[in-house]
């Protein structure tokens, strides 16, 4: 469909984003319409692209973050000034820590209203409130610089890391038009907007040779090799060399979880063990100790030291941030894992393989963790706790591996990520870097339109809360979505009390046998309440069947979970119990 001002001989600002947007191959907008965006999102509705509106911004933000770590392009987030703006920023953050390419895009108010603090409508320095938080942040003033605004957005974006880039459009902006073909002229097709980064062969000679001179090496794939969409070269970067990975959570898939050279089931004995860590689009932050030891559930295992570290990265800052590299190998992971198999094949048979006794150790934690694991599985307690519920999800994934699988939550996500096999690329998606609650609903959205297929979201009661009102935009959208709310009244746990026997429940607690089912029938979708592991098993696999918007209220033990899951070690107060 054409609109009327792009048959004149006239364009407007409005227009010029779109087409700025779609001449890069950006088909999908999540946002929010308000002042002064709304007629964009109608115009980008007209012209054909895609416009999945949110309740609340930041849902949008988290939506457009995830596409982009799923389609290597940036996801779009549209919101209105201020408000609108704050509440995308979030999700704006939260991508940049994660390295997903994202663009937040708020309209703000007048400039000269704004600069002079004269109180305008929403007023608000945007740009300067989002710099420090994103990768880059570009404010338009001129209809003829949206396209090198939009171009240098993608670029910020998508190039080396990748991060939230903002870009702040100004309501005047909108309005102004120009001649219509030299707006046109002045739209940019970004070529190559995430060029390769060939690593130096002196890096990549002096990784393989540290590893080839392990005697327990061990490989670590991050959601960036996830990102990289290198799967089958990481795949024989592992078989060829034989040596054993673990792979992080979003990682997980990268190879099918059942590969036998997985050590996820002997996660705490492979890392300190280990005397050469090949890291993959990793970082070492809190979520593998800071290369150091000490880890989690109350365990206090050894400490690592000693091991020599590879870290593939695109950023050559990474290295040597919290201890040394011995062998930084800068570049995409691609062109790295590349470079790494290339030499591999060029030994011939003669690449060593890890020794059998470090393998045979291996195996043994993992089978005892394995059989540990079984075993409580294979138990039916009433009420239902995370293990018989998780059981039932797990058989699920294995029966449906194209579904894409949302996580968040404490116990919900970590008893989730271990029991639950993935057995293809990509189709993990959690709570990532910072550990952060509410990406629920709104990555099962992205997930769903970029997938268009079924999505299962396993959430935590306390982390679907922060984004349970996006059911509406599932049902609105009609997406193939089922979320399953483990329910047991509370975070953590419900059976906090109030130690004073005041009125007001335990900060933890909330309604007790709450119905988060109805929710989703409220909104015309599928609301069941589970109260057993057939039931759920049913339900699950009849919202998968039929791809109606479905919602599980899985009602889990309130005594089952323990406070701040498997990272105790983070909470003062449960360290102290
Ligand atoms: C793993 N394990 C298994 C399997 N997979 N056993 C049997 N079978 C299978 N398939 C074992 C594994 O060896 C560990 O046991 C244990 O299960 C847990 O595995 P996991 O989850 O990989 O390991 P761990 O130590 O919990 O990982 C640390 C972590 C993780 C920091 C990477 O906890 C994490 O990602 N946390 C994020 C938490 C978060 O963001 N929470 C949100 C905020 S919650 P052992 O080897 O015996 O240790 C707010 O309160
Ligand atoms: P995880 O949480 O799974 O451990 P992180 O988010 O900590 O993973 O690390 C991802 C890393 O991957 C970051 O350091 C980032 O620079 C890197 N990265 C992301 N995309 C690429 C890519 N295409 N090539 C190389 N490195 C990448």
Not at 208 to 227: D, F, H, T
Not at 429 to 448: K, L, Q, R, Y
Request: aromatic share 6%.
């Amino acid at each position: 469909m054409t609109t009327d001002t792009q048959t004149t001989a006239e364009i407007d600002g409005f227009h010029l984003v779109i087409e700025a947007l779609k001449l890069n191959g950006i088909d999908t907008i999540y946002g929010l319409p308000g002042i002064p965006i709304t007629d964009l999102t109608r115009m980008a509705q007209a012209e054909g692209m895609r416009m999945i509106s949110f309740r609340h911004e930041q849902n949008a933000g988290n939506a457009a973050a995830i596409a982009g770590f799923l389609t290597q392009k940036p996801g779009i987030c549209l919101t209105v000034s201020a408000p609108g703006f704050l509440n995308g920023l979030n999700a704006l953050t939260n991508a940049t820590t994660n390295c997903f390419p994202m663009i937040l895009i708020s309209g703000s108010s007048e400039r000269e209203i704004v600069d002079l603090q004269q109180g305008d409508y929403e007023e608000m320095d945007q740009l300067a409130i989002a710099k420090p938080l994103c990768k880059a942040a570009y404010r338009v003033l001129h209809a003829e610089d949206i396209g090198v605004g939009v171009a240098r957005a993608i670029r910020a974006a998508v190039s080396g890391r990748p991060g939230g880039v903002y870009l702040d459009l100004p309501a005047k902006l909108f309005a102004q038009s120009m001649d219509a073909e030299a707006g046109r002229k002045s739209l940019i097709k970004v070529i190559d907007p995430a060029p390769r980064q060939i690593p130096a062969p002196d890096a990549v000679q002096r990784a393989l040779e540290l590893l080839k001179n392990a005697k327990r090496p061990l490989i670590i794939l991050g959601k960036g090799a996830a990102y990289a969409q290198a799967d089958a070269d990481i795949r024989a970067l592992v078989e060829k060399t034989g040596i054993p990975y673990l792979p992080m959570s979003m990682a997980k898939g990268l190879l099918p979880d059942t590969h036998p050279q997985s050590a996820a089931a002997a996660r705490s004995y492979v890392l300190p063990e280990a005397d050469v860590v090949m890291v993959i689009g990793a970082r070492l932050n809190w979520l593998l100790s800071h290369g150091k030891g000490r880890t989690w559930g109350g365990k206090s295992p050894k400490a690592w030291g000693g091991q020599k570290f590879v870290q593939i990265d695109i950023s050559p800052q990474e290295a040597d941030s919290n201890v040394r590299i011995d062998a930084p190998v800068v570049g995409d992971i691609g062109s790295c894992v590349a470079a790494m198999l290339h030499g591999i094949n060029a030994a011939g048979g003669n690449w060593p393989k890890p020794s059998g006794d470090w393998l045979g150790a291996i195996d043994q934690r993992k089978s005892t963790n394995i059989a540990k694991m079984g075993e409580t599985l294979a138990k039916n307690p009433s009420p239902m706790n995370y293990h018989s519920a998780l059981n039932v999800m797990r058989d699920v994934i294995k029966g449906n591996p194209d579904v894409m699988l949302v996580n968040e939550g404490a116990n919900a996500l970590d008893f989730t990520r271990s029991i639950v096999d993935m057995y293809k690329p990509r189709k993990r998606i959690d709570v990532g870097t910072w550990g952060v609650m509410g990406i629920g609903m709104g990555f099962a959205v992205a997930a769903a339109v970029v997938s268009g297929g079924p999505v299962i979201a396993v959430e935590g009661d306390s982390a679907f809360g922060f984004s349970g009102m996006e059911v509406e935009t599932i049902c609105r959208y009609n997406l193939p979505v089922c979320v399953v709310v483990f329910n047991n009244n509370g975070v953590y746990k419900g059976t906090d009390v109030n130690p004073t026997g005041g009125p007001d429940v335990a900060p933890t607690v909330f309604v007790k046998g709450a119905r988060y089912d109805k929710m989703m029938e409220a909104f015309g979708g599928v609301g069941v309440h589970a109260t057993t592991p057939a039931e759920l098993r049913a339900a699950v696999e009849e919202a998968v069947r039929s791809r109606k918007p479905t919602l599980i209220n899985a009602v889990i033990d309130e005594t089952a979970g323990t406070e701040s899951g498997r990272i105790t070690s983070l909470n003062p107060s449960a360290k102290k119990k």
